[in-house]
């Protein structure tokens, strides 16, 4: 069973240089805001970025959105101070960039309890290497406090040298792994981000493959972006009636004494009830924020 239980459909990067962009999430429709130190800020403006996303933290309502912080490596001459700086804020969770083995986590993880974090702030960890994607299973069972991985794979194409293809074969594998390794400790798992925004066929294709493959929900880099991702990978009203139907048919197989029924056609057993009554609270949680 995942730790989660809130959409996570449209989860957007936004550097943490840039105040507009942060304090402009807090109206988008998306579930969640990745707030960035690492990749899409410039070194020379790491320390101005930290300084802004602590500032934004404070002063902004997001509301139900995830409020998510990437920061630096720890390896890096900024990750320590990023860490330190988090502990102190309300952000809903820590993402880890370029993980690679548990013990990156422990190591992160003893940084915010000398911190003096919350100790149960959620870690989330970036899956975006060669190592990091074969030492995902161990990765993703390190520490209780795990609880997404984020496919980072606009590095990952560049360190397994994979072409940029409409059905990312190149990718294929790697994704495979991962959402194996998340759903065998119970964590929710993002797909990576579409970087050409021209390229609406191609984004909604990525959507339809990542959600075909089993991914909670999408990052993104740009708002136009959103609708689509919260299309693909929500709770359709077709979707949801069918769950209802599957719980209602079972719930009145139960009291008649049997342990399978019947629906549409379609044997259902437990199995399919608990997927049924998944897609029911999603469907409930999505409604809420709208």
């Not at 342990?259 to 399919?272: D, M, S, T």
């Amino acid at each position: 069973m995942c730790k989660l239980t809130t959409p996570l459909r449209s989860v957007l990067y936004a550097p943490g240089v840039n105040r507009r962009a942060l304090e402009k999430a807090a109206s988008l429709p998306i579930d969640c805001l990745i707030l960035d130190l690492e990749d899409a800020v410039a070194p020379d403006a790491k320390v101005e970025a930290r300084a802004t996303v602590i500032d934004v933290l404070a002063a902004t309502a997001y509301g139900y959105r995830k409020r998510v912080v990437r920061i630096n490596g720890l390896e890096s001459e900024w990750g320590a101070d990023d860490i330190k700086a988090v502990a102190g804020t309300e952000a809903d969770a820590l993402l880890l960039p370029k993980v690679e083995t548990p013990e990156d986590v422990h190591e992160a993880i003893a940084a915010l309890d000398a911190a003096k974090a919350s100790a149960d702030l959620p870690i989330w960890i970036m899956a975006e290497t060669p190592r990091g994607i074969m030492n995902s299973a161990a990765i993703a069972g390190a520490h209780p406090r795990l609880e997404v991985i984020v496919m980072g794979t606009s590095d990952l194409a560049k360190e397994m040298r994979v072409r940029h293809t409409p059905l990312r074969e190149g990718l294929v594998t790697s994704l495979g792994l991962c959402l194996l390794s998340a759903r065998l400790h119970g964590l929710e798992i993002l797909d990576g981000v579409h970087l050409d925004l021209q390229d609406e066929a191609g984004f909604l294709a990525a959507c339809e493959q990542g959600r075909n493959m089993g991914f909670d929900g999408k990052t993104l880099i740009h708002p136009k972006q959103i609708e689509m991702a919260n299309q693909v990978f929500g709770i359709s009203e077709q979707a949801f009636e069918q769950a209802k139907a599957i719980v209602t048919a079972w719930q009145e197989a139960q009291q008649a004494g049997k342990g399978v029924c019947v629906v549409a056609g379609r044997l259902i057993e437990n199995l399919h009830v608990e997927e049924a009554q998944r897609l029911i609270a999603m469907h409930g949680a999505i409604n809420d924020r709208s």
